[in-house]
């Protein structure tokens, strides 16, 4: 029997001694928000200058403004926001010359990909993990997506281990410490097969950056442009972790497909699609959840009603888009999974992906698959219990009927609690 887990104070957040201590630690920091102390720290991190095209600067400052004019940050929040953007930088530049010195990785294909497309918390995470757990195919572990290239010089561990391996783990284990019912609701340990997202951090780009922090100016930018660049951007960093170790056919996934499935379709032609589809509100409670716990580190108030509002939005404008794109790839080569019917039978969705994909599902990928279910039950760090009408005010048969369009297009079944 999996753990009930139940937040009750969402709101109105009761720290815990470390969680106190983190947060004053940051008060405490001196943090210079601008583009050239970014970039600067990337440089001095990495001992390279070439950030490649320039254009990324305008993406940087609007998220330095939006996010460093933010009275209800914490200073915690504003140095950890700091960190990922010096990251990001920084891996920019270690592409970058890595693009310079070796222009055959550009010559890379990336040759009939598998792209998993659905809504967050809609089992994107588990179906991913699952296909990846076949070694036949390439995936990306979370510590890789972090730090896709190693930085210049840096020796193995002294167990030989990877040094951005290590990073990764402490930067788990720090956040557990700090957000320990995050495991039960999206566990971030250094093997678990992450988003390609990742990959357009570099290039400043991406709805992920609202994951982070409220970011609505950053939302109707995104909203604004062509993100076919970006998409062709990751395709180049796929290339580049490719060339530097195979196989070379990617099992892939992101909610912010649902959105861009014209752009997915041009950059990746000969993709199979599959697409996830779940209850919209069950949905909504599950990652408004998660994002009002993970605030009580980032901010100085939580106004649970404007999270609701924004990520019902949001989930509303993917929904919106899949429905008026779903066509755009052809039924030879995309498939539509239901919630309901994937919980019950996780290994009879994997056999239709497969027979849509062309590909065999063999004695040993069914083991390899089977060992990672064995290993990752579910609920294995807890089972979430959601109060929408309690936490946030809102009542889920009234915001279901927002997203009738939906349930008219797809047999989804409707959760209840």
Request: hydrophobic share 40%.
């Amino acid at each position: 029997m999996s753990t009930a887990i139940r937040i009750h104070d969402l709101a109105h957040p009761e720290l815990t001694d470390i969680q106190r201590a983190a947060i004053a630690y940051g008060e405490q920091q001196q943090i210079d928000f601008s583009e050239e102390a970014v970039l600067a720290a990337a440089r001095e991190r990495t001992g390279l200058a070439d950030f490649g095209p320039e254009d990324f600067r305008e993406r940087l400052q609007l998220l330095l403004d939006e996010w460093g004019h933010d009275p209800d940050m914490t200073g915690s929040q504003r140095a950890n926001l700091f960190g990922y953007l010096v990251r990001y930088a920084s891996n920019r530049l270690l592409i970058q010359d890595q693009w310079q010195r070796h222009p055959e990785i550009l010559e890379q294909e990336i040759r009939q990909p598998i792209i998993v497309a659905g809504l967050p918390r809609s089992g994107t995470t588990h179906l991913l993990n699952l296909l990846a757990a076949d070694t036949r195919f390439r995936s990306l572990p979370l510590w890789e997506s972090y730090e896709p290239v190693p930085l210049p010089g840096e020796p193995p561990l002294p167990d030989g281990g990877d040094p951005r391996y290590l990073r990764c783990e402490q930067a788990w284990e720090g956040m557990q410490q700090v957000t320990p019912l995050l495991a039960a609701m999206h566990p971030m340990h250094p093997d678990h097969i992450h988003e390609e997202l990742e990959l357009m951090g570099p290039d400043f780009a991406s709805y992920n950056f609202e994951w982070l922090a409220p970011s609505p100016r950053w939302r109707d930018h995104y909203y604004q442009h062509d993100q076919t660049p970006h998409y062709q951007y990751m395709r180049d960093v796929l290339k580049l972790l490719q060339w530097r170790q195979g196989p070379d056919r990617w099992v892939l996934k992101c909610p912010q497909h649902l959105e861009q499935l014209p752009v997915l379709q041009a950059v990746f032609p000969d993709a199979t699609c599959v697409i996830t589809h779940r209850d919209p509100v069950a949905v909504i409670q599950s990652a408004v959840t998660m994002v009002a716990y993970g605030y009580r580190m980032g901010r100085k108030r939580i106004d649970t009603r404007a999270v609701v509002e924004y990520w019902s939005d949001r989930v509303e404008h993917l929904l919106r888009a899949c429905v008026q794109d779903r066509q755009r790839f052809p039924p030879e080569q995309s498939i539509d999974i239901l919630f309901h019917e994937f919980m019950a039978d996780d290994m009879a969705t994997v056999a239709k992906i497969y027979e849509t994909a062309g590909v065999e599902l063999t004695v040993t990928a069914r083991a390899q698959m089977q060992a990672f279910i064995d290993a990752h039950p579910r609920g294995k760090e807890g089972k979430m219990v959601y109060d929408l009408k309690g936490d946030f005010g809102v009542d889920p048969a009234a915001l279901r009927e927002r997203f009738s369009f939906y349930f008219e297009q797809f047999p989804v079944r409707a959760e209840q609690g």
